[in-house]
């Protein structure tokens, strides 16, 4: 089975449409990082698309910390904002960690903050990191199982690894979390009944590691001159796997979908 995230990020949207008038995300951009620019700009289109106001601050790359602060200040007073997205990563001078947890946790619908990561951990409300909420609500979507199944989670970020290895728990997974000190790696994937690609590194993931019958979900993204792939091995995937979300259309559009659903639920709240 193949989990179509695009097409159910575009369900989401269609539900949204219309649903707030006179709010606003505000999307900032640190920098000239071309991939980060085409997100940032995939969001405000996004945006758009619901009938939220997209509010696009752009800052050089030489932006120190304070400013950046200052800036985010600003935008938590602002009050047609309704959500702040900080995209990541910021150059490598700025403190990221403070600089997101400056965002008023009304306003963090991107679920960066230390609060709301926290928050979220003890499954109390808060909007959740934007990519991993996403792929629980395309599992949901699909009715894959979870209570009770072994997700093994490759990566530790943040914004990514570890709030989905929280997520995973609280829907009852029994969650292991590996990173780039794992030892045995392709031997704790192959006990996975679901798998979360999160590493960063184009088809780390072999498909040779994998049970048959894994539920692979594919958080990468990479354009090699092949063609995009994602950090699971593409070929042989559709065979070992039970369900698998294809690189492109898989959790990418399902990430800005979220994103635009916490905004929206933002706007109704504040
Ligand atoms: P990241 O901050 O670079 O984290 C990568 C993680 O992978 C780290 O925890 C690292 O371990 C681990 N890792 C690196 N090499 C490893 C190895 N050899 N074996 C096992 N683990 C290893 O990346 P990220 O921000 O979480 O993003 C991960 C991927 O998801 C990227 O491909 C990114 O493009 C994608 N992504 C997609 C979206 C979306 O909207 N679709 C959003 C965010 C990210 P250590 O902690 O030990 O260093």
Redesign the pocket.
């Known amino acids: 089975m193949i989990l179509d995230g695009k097409s159910l990020a575009a369900q989401i949207e269609q539900e949204l449409k219309g649903k707030v008038q006179n709010a606003a995300l505000a999307t900032i951009l640190v920098g000239d990082d071309p991939s980060s620019a085409t997100y940032v700009k995939m969001k405000g289109n996004a945006c758009k698309r619901v009938g939220l106001e997209s509010l696009p601050v752009l800052l050089p790359a030489s932006t120190t910390t304070q400013q950046l602060l200052a800036k985010i200040k600003e935008l938590n007073e602002n009050l047609l904002v309704k959500g702040i997205l900080l995209q990541h990563p910021v150059p490598k001078h700025i403190d990221e960690r403070k600089c997101f947890d400056a965002i008023a946790i009304a306003k963090d619908v991107d679920g960066v903050t230390s609060l709301g990561f926290g928050l979220m951990s003890m499954g109390e409300r808060a909007y959740g990191s934007a ?1 991993p909420k996403g792929i629980i609500t395309l599992l949901e979507h699909y009715k894959i199982p979870l209570e009770g199944k072994h997700a093994v989670v ?4 943040a ?3 570890k709030p989905m290895a929280a997520m995973l728990l609280n829907k009852n997974c029994t969650v292991t979390i ?5 030892q045995n ?1 392709p031997n704790i994937i192959g006990q996975a009944d679901i798998v979360v690609g ?4 184009p088809e780390f993931i072999k498909t040779q590691w994998l049970k048959s019958g894994v539920v692979a979900i594919d ?4 354009n090699t001159p092949n063609g995009a792939v994602g ?1 699971i091995q593409k070929e042989g995937l559709e065979t070992i796997s039970s369900a698998y979300t294809p690189v492109p259309g898989g ?2 559009p399902m ?1 800005i979908a979220t994103l635009i659903q916490q905004t929206v639920e933002s706007a109704k709240w504040t």
């Open positions: 990519t490759v990566g530790r970020s914004i990514l690894g590996c990173h780039s000190k794992t790696l999160a590493v960063g590194i958080a990468g993204y990479h950090d959790v990418g990430t």
